[in-house]
């Protein structure tokens, strides 16, 4: 699908008084993104609240299917089901969504894009163009590399993931929970299925529970993307995705078998040089990446970087990002610039 480019462009965030959308509008400010009009639209409840945008406060318009009149780029992130009833009357209307819900990334023909990964399929979309997964996110900007200089056989993952890849809700309840706790109280569950404070809960449902196979639909969603994106059904992958009671920034333990060897000291350099990664690796001085380093920043940190002691071709890592930022808003703003034929470094705030 052909895309006009010019010199500015009509954006529309879906979902602007989220979570996601505040990043979103945060990030087009911040990369200067050529804004000629910025549209926040939201569910009615939100409808004459403002955002903040280039020092203007924008109101808020009410989403609905004729909301996308003039829009040229959609950025999406208002839920699924919304993404649904709404992503196909903004490409109607002549908009490009980029969509960060799950209701199009495994659509064969949506293309399913983390730029540092496959910026090339951002060409063959016909409308609209998927955000991955989170944590699919950052652990494929770790893999991309490696897969191409040594090729990849099978990962494993652990993750832990923040409550704000829940939403704000969840984490008021981590808050609250915590100060209930310590002063001898107490603060039943709500939005979490146990309690998170001072716990780490192994089931992150979002869209669906635990499938036939025994894997959750995060989990299952960290094994399809990645396929999709390195466009190779042959690596194996396992994840086990765990809730734990951190702000924002999600960490994962990731282990990778390669076809071929690839030691510990060339992974450093070769996750070093690539885009979009910061290598923090001196563990005797207490340097790796911490979810605290990567709250609020762009890059993918990398440390623990080690050669699995247990099978041949093996490297162990430790691999955290922002989840709100290069986890979503981020990375569907370099989609966006892509799209537009924007250069721009991955990371601009370090």
Known sequence: MTFQR???????????????GTE?????????????ELRPLASSRSVGKTVSFRGKQITVQELTKDAFDGIDVALFSAGGSRSVEFAPAAVKAGAVVVDNTSAFRMEPDVPLVVPEVNPEDIEQHHGIIANPNCSTIQ???ALKPIY????????????????????????????EQSRALLAGGEYPPEVFAHQ???????????????????YTSEEMK??????????????????????????RGHSEAVNVQTKRKL????????LSAAPGIIVLDNPDEHLYPLATIAAGKDPVYVGRIREDISQENGLDMWVVSDNLRKGAALNAIQIAEHLIGLE???CMIL
Do not use: W
């Open 24 to 36: 979103m509008i945060l990030t087009l400010e911040q990369r200067d993104f050529p804004v000629a």
């Open 263 to 270: 030691t510990a000291d060339a992974a450093r350099e070769l």
């Open 222 to 247: 960290m094994v399809n993307e990645t396929r999709k994106m390195f466009h190779d059904d042959a690596i194996r992958i396992s994840a086990t995705c765990v809730r734990v009671p951190v702000e």
């Open 148 to 175: 191409d200089a040594v090729g990849i056989v099978r990962v494993v993952a652990a993750t832990y993931q923040s409550t704000s890849g829940a939403g704000a809700k969840a984490v008021h309840e981590m808050y």
């Open 6 to 20: 010019k010199d500015a462009y009509n954006v529309a965030v879906v979902g602007a008084t989220g979570a996601v």
């Open 139 to 141: 652990m494929v900007v």
């Open 344 to 346: 721009r470094p991955p």
């Open 196 to 214: 998170i404070a001072f716990d780490c809960i192994p089931h992150i449902p979002h869209s669906g529970g635990f499938g036939p196979n025994g």
